[in-house]
């Protein structure tokens, strides 16, 4: 039963990074391709400064709908040394600032997590899903408060791409035939 209740959090972990509230302009191809530009050579500028991303670049902590990664590493870097050249890799792969590099790149890790994810929740997962609900539902190791969050939580991860916000969609559908792609640039900079 523990391990149904463990899995369940993961998904909600995985699940609740995926929503996000935003007014702005579509994502497009071009920004697509302007990301993918600077990532090897973000990579190789952290490999010379010996930027260790567990301990200077940490994943945010706290709500997982605000998942910005790319705003994080902005924030961390922006007092180191590398922050010059970091700026001028943002500058020559096509961004006009290192604010729009951290807001295209958040927002195309967060499409890009999402096609991830939905295209691995199998009926299978579902059923899992299904049977952790009401494992938690049965639960005398968990709190009335933490129950229902995580019940919540559960049936928002149900329901993904079912209440998803106009301006997500838009960005998932344009991610989504970059994605080969992106996996491959992925790939080349862990």
Do not use: C
């Amino acid at each position: 039963m523990k391990k149904g209740i463990l899995f369940s959090i993961a998904i909600i972990i995985f699940f609740g990074s995926l929503v996000s509230a935003h007014a702005e302009t579509p994502l497009n191809g071009k920004d697509i391709q302007h990301f993918m530009n600077a990532m090897k050579p973000l990579q190789k500028l952290g490999e010379k400064y010996n930027i260790d991303e567990d301990d200077n670049m940490p994943m945010e902590q706290g709500d997982m709908n605000s998942f910005s990664p790319m705003t994080s590493s902005l924030e961390k870097i922006r007092t180191h040394e590398a922050f010059d050249e970091f700026k001028s890799i943002i500058f020559d792969a096509g961004f006009s600032s290192v604010e729009q590099w951290a807001n295209v790149g958040d927002r195309i890790m967060r499409a890009f997590m999402s096609l991830k994810m939905t295209s691995e929740i199998t009926p299978e997962i579902r059923q899992q899903i299904q049977k952790s609900l009401a494992e938690i539902k049965k639960s005398d190791y968990l709190s009335p408060e933490v129950k229902q969050q995580l019940i919540t939580s559960m049936n928002h991860s149900l329901a993904l791409g079912k209440n998803m916000s106009p301006d997500d969609k838009a960005d998932i559908d344009t991610v989504k035939p970059y994605l080969a792609k992106l996996e491959r640039h992925f790939e080349e900079t862990e």
